[in-house]
């Protein structure tokens, strides 16, 4: 036991008070940026720019701004400026030696938004979004113009370069104007995507129909989608967009439900808010929801739609009922959501996000006051246009009923000429019959699957896209996961079922491969994959059916030679190899959709050149694997806390 604790190990004998690091101010953010903006990848840059413009929004959203300017320069800064109040520039009464926008660009957990009455709404009440920007900035200049006064200043990497300002009297402006550059120390060479920072604009001024968004960039970053310039205003709000989002898309019902209604008042006759939606329903294909709280999108959903599921599910089913439809009792949320085009935007006083990048609404409340705010508007829709509900309900029906078929079938069988069967609809199935011999390709999104299925051997290679990232079983109800399509269709498609219903001799395929992006997210949805193997499937993983598929991270190409990397060390190491006069042309590969077929069939599912990891589960360590997984993965948060809190200190870099 003593050995333990023994000098040579560097245990408790050298465990002292000097071994305890303080970070203060900003330092924290330029340590573990990931723990604030969730890494330093492309989505973690575009954080930085989301941030900004969400706190312009915010003004906008309050009434005091009507017009917001983004700008992104030829040298990769990006400047936000609205015509709101200006944050306050007077002395911080804590802090009377600084104003209070020096205040709110330097301190964590600061900013009107913690004040009640500051902000009826607002995305941004963690008070880290500005100065967590200005930390991760190489530069970083605000001005503010409040009371005809114009004041300004700078800051590298989060710190001030010299006191506010006072840049004299000015006329005819007011308001906020920030610009930013990350730095190349926390992010590299990444640079803002034109492309992708149009997109976010284009999403704020539709959930905002009072806001006009200008935007500008240089001539060389425009394109057919984005322009240099351009004036951003919908009326219309999220019946503008979903009407685009769709267009020439077949729908179920001609006429969307869409509209504006206030949230329920509280118990002192308060208002909690407003809610926004538009909604229709696909012939075919796979529909889709995006949700946003306060103009934040939340793309792991919520709270909120929630309240949108329930209100839409049981006023279907009330029509059924009324309509004396007895098979509506059969529909479920799944059946209602799955074909469905929407989009759904609530204003919330104080929301409460999940992590510091508010992917998802926790509101526990919230689902209540959406769905009660829906249910008359959607009864009134259904009665007003009941030859379309009764259309909408019947479509709906057959869905669930497709479903109940596909529960009950007890084994998929690969199909043949003399036998038609039912398979997911985006599986694209291999020939071979002999199941051994076969591979099962399991990929993320449909940009990456229609990739993987031209780069397959159609003989003995399926593939089978996933929509973005699966339940986690590990903290999923039963319920949850019977009626989680993704994870319904990849049961099938293997065809040897789960739980009681499993048989091996039923697995259709020798070899599932887990085929994700060579980035976080990828990391995630492969864990989440894993998690889900390990939980309903573990006899595939202790018979060595499940593998991980390796995909490359760059290309490097000198004259006529190429070389693939995995990670930037694999990377460091090929550039050595490659020495000589000529130039080394690196190339990033954004994801698997972005890979070319050619190069993803021979890095990645070309037997002869391909890598593959197998997933085990040694019987040796089954309770050690079994805790783990519940740590990392399961219902209490508290164990994954405690876990990075041990191997905190054994992080020494950073895959990003």
Known sequence: MNDLFSEKDGGAGTYSAK???????????????????????????????????????????????????????????????DNGR?????????????????????????????????????????????????????????????????????????????PLQDLGAIANRRGTSITFLPDPEIFGTLRFSASRLFKLCRSKAFLFQGVRLRWACPDSLATDEVPASAELHFPGGL?????????????????????????????????????????????KGSGFLHSFCNTIPTP???????????????GLRAWGEKTANKRAAAITAEDVLAPLAGLVSVFLREPQFQGQTK????????????????????DHYLGDHPREAD?????????AEERIRRRDARDTPRKSATRKLRLPGKLADCTREDAAATELFLVEGDSAGGTAKQARNRETQAVLPLRGKILNVASASTEKLRQNQELRDLIEALGCGIGERFDITRLRYGRVIIMTDADVDGAHIASLLMTFFYRELPELVRRGHVFLARPPLYRLTQGGTSLYAMDDR???????????KAKIEVSRFKGLGEMPMAQLRETTMHPASRTLLRVIASPETRAETANLVESLMGKRPELRF????????EVTELDV
């Open 239 to 283: 019946a503008d967009s979903l009407a685009e989002d769709t267009e020439g898309a077949a729908r179920v019902t001609a006429q969307p439900f869409q509209g504006q209604a206030e949230l329920p008042r509280d118990a002192k006759g308060a208002p909690q808010g407003r809610l926004e939606w538009a909604v229709t329903w696909l012939e």
């Open 642 to 649: 405690a876990f990075i809190t041990e191997h905190a200190r």
């Open 359 to 378: 992917e998802k609404l926790t509101n526990t409340d919230a689902a209540r006051l959406v769905e009660a705010a829906l249910r008359d508007p959607f």
């Open 19 to 81: 071994d305890i690091e303080v970070l203060e101010g900003l330092e924290p953010v330029r340590r573990r940026p990931g723990m604030y903006i969730g890494g330093t990848d492309e989505a973690a840059l575009h954080h930085l720019a989301a941030e900004i413009l969400d706190n312009a929004m915010d003004e906008a959203v309050a009434g005091f701004a009507t017009v917001i300017d983004v700008t992104l320069a030829a040298d990769g800064a990006l400047g936000v400026r």
């Open 570 to 580: 694999d990377r460091a190491r090929k550039e050595k190899h490659l020495k000589g």
């Open 86 to 162: 200006g944050i306050p520039i007077d002395p911080h009464p804590k802090f009377k030696h600084k104003s209070a926008l020096e205040v709110i660009l330097t301190t964590l957990h600061s900013g009107g938004k913690f004040r009640v009455g500051a902000y009826a709404t607002s995305g941004g009440l963690h008070g880290v979004g500005s100065s967590v920007v200005n930390a991760l900035s190489s530069r970083f200049s605000v001005e503010v113009a409040r009371e005809k006064r114009l004041w300004r200043q700078d800051y590298v990497r989060g710190k001030p370069v010299a």
């Open 391 to 399: 259309n909408l309900l019947t479509y709906v029906i057959e869905r």
């Open 300 to 314: 792991q959903g919520g709270t909120h739609e929630a309240g949108l599921r329930n209100a839409l599910t049981r």
